[in-house]
């Protein structure tokens, strides 16, 4: 079945630091968005990307939905201790009684202040 | 307005039980979706309800089942609970079918032993 590969898997940076982080995919998506999920709770949604090239920010966060719109980017500026937790990209895929969001395997973030 | 509220929080059941888990959707939402989050596995999708009627369903096995009453709130059921089955179990609404601007719930943490 289709995939989202996330990577890195984890990242260990300071404060300040701004950080990258993709989603690949094998199969084309028309919808990329990113969550983030917090220890003990439900994820998020940060940021939805709808078009091919699209570049979206909200506040200090940056995502790209790629050319191929088999790729996606997520970038956060100058990061906070707040920035911890799991991010997770994610994709709709449709197929008859399947309709479903398939969601990448996550980047963990740890910020050191 | 009130989130997605989902009961209870914490559970430990025994092998070959079975349960009922609890999700209220936010208030205008008609469409509720399920997933099961593992370490191994990740964020996988369960199924959909929308209108009191499940409209897409993942790759789970049958002893996982689901409805939606006519105000929206959703329960799901696992029967002849197995170890395996031990996971964070997440309830996501939306406005529409297939509206993946979902609002997460905090989950139920099912521990089977």
């Known amino acids: 079945g289709q995939q989202l590969n996330q990577s890195p898997q984890s990242m260990f940076i300071q404060e300040g630091e701004d950080v990258s982080m993709n989603c690949t995919s094998s199969s084309i998506f028309n919808t990329w968005l990113w969550y983030k999920q917090d220890p003990g709770e439900g994820p998020v949604l940060l940021i939805a990307?709808?078009?091919?090239?699209e570049l979206t920010s909200n506040g200090r966060l940056t995502a790209q939905f790629g050319i191929t719109r088999k790729d996606s980017f997520l970038n956060i500026s100058a990061s906070i201790p707040s920035d911890v937790g799991i991010y997770f990209c994610a994709g709709p895929t449709y197929g008859g009684a399947t309709n479903k969001l398939i969601f990448g395997t996550g980047t963990l973030l740890a910020v050191q202040p | 307005k009130a989130g997605v509220t989902q009961t209870p929080r914490y559970l430990i059941k025994t092998r070959g039980q079975q349960v009922t888990l609890s999700c209220s959707p936010i208030?205008?939402?008609?469409?509720v979706s399920w997933y099961q989050q593992t370490p191994g596995q990740g964020l996988q999708f369960l199924f959909e309800y929308f209108s009191e009627t499940q409209r897409n369903k993942g790759n789970f096995p049958g002893r996982f089942s689901g409805r939606q009453f006519s105000n929206s709130r959703s329960e799901m059921n696992v029967s002849t609970l197995e170890l395996g089955d031990s996971a964070l179990y997440l309830c996501?609404?939306?406005?529409?079918?297939?509206?993946?601007?979902?609002?997460f719930g905090s989950g139920t943490r099912l521990t089977v032993v």
């Open positions: 990307l709808y078009k091919a090239g």
């Open positions: 208030s205008g939402h008609r469409s």
């Open positions: 996501a609404s939306s406005l529409f079918l297939a509206d993946y601007g979902y609002t």
